[in-house]
């Protein structure tokens, strides 16, 4: 009887650090170049020794790791195969929707996520083309400058946009935007009308029309149609249509209301 007293004592505790753990892991994955003890007990308004003791037990189970030799703390690689054993389950459930994209259009249809700041294509059905635009999935491009990482930057809360964004935007090519503010307008625009254009903003020869669709969860993950600039002017109208139809469906797939 003492026994089960005890154990009942000890289980709203429990819950509450793994909340607390939880918690901590959410703000770190907002911040890809980590945050100090300190940072992270004033970001989950708890005392550092609290941080200290959680972000110790998580280290020792490479949820998180240390972010730099100078210190600091970032999400750690068990994370990276927890995702990734995720995403598998998302390219299966999503691929079918992709491949009759790639079909309706004739050209090859990308999926992607955020990752670390940057935009992870992590499946792609290749259209059969001599001209293609391809990227291995896998690979990582930026944000500001491509269709997909445009498209995931529009659906995230602002405060969290100006985090993924430096402050000097590189330039690729003579059409990337390179003004933050020019960039912050442009997602607005995104965001009302729930589609994004990247016009050799990226690689010159190659533009692309990318959104967002959610999983189960409220995960986003990036839809785009990457072309030739030969074959993308004139048909905008037509590769948006059809990608966002598609997006339609995966979003019903999953239940996730419009």
Request: proline letters at 4%; one cysteine or more.
């Amino acid at each position: 009887m003492n026994i089960d007293k005890q154990d009942n004592k000890n289980k709203p505790s429990s819950v509450q650090v793994i909340s607390r753990a939880a918690n901590i892991l959410r703000i770190l994955r907002e911040h890809p170049k980590g945050l100090s003890l300190s940072q992270i007990a004033k970001e989950v308004n708890l005392a550092r020794s609290t941080v200290q003791r959680i972000v110790a037990a998580l280290e020792q189970e490479n949820f998180v790791a240390a972010a730099s030799q100078k210190g600091g703390i970032r999400l750690g690689p068990e994370i990276a195969m927890l995702a990734a054993a995720v995403h598998s389950d998302l390219r299966e459930e999503i691929r079918p929707f992709l491949i009759q994209l790639s079909n309706q259009v004739n050209e090859t249809v990308d999926l992607s996520i955020l990752d670390n700041g940057k935009v992870l294509f992590v499946d792609q059905i290749i259209a059969a083309h001599p001209l293609q635009a391809t990227s291995q999935p896998g690979a990582a491009f930026p944000l500001h400058c491509t269709a997909n990482g445009k498209a995931i930057l529009a659906s995230l809360p602002i405060v969290e946009v100006e985090k993924l964004l430096p402050e000097h935007l590189k330039q690729y090519t003579e059409n990337t935007v390179t003004n933050r503010e020019e960039l912050l307008k442009e997602l607005e625009v995104i965001r009302k009308e729930g589609v994004a254009f990247s016009r050799e903003e990226h690689i010159h020869g190659i533009c692309a029309v990318g959104a967002v669709v959610y999983d189960r969860m409220r995960n986003l993950s990036a839809v785009s149609i990457p072309l030739p600039s030969t074959r993308f002017d004139g048909n905008e109208e037509k590769l948006t249509a059809s990608l966002l139809k598609t997006c339609q469906r995966i979003n019903q797939h999953f239940d996730i209301q419009q």
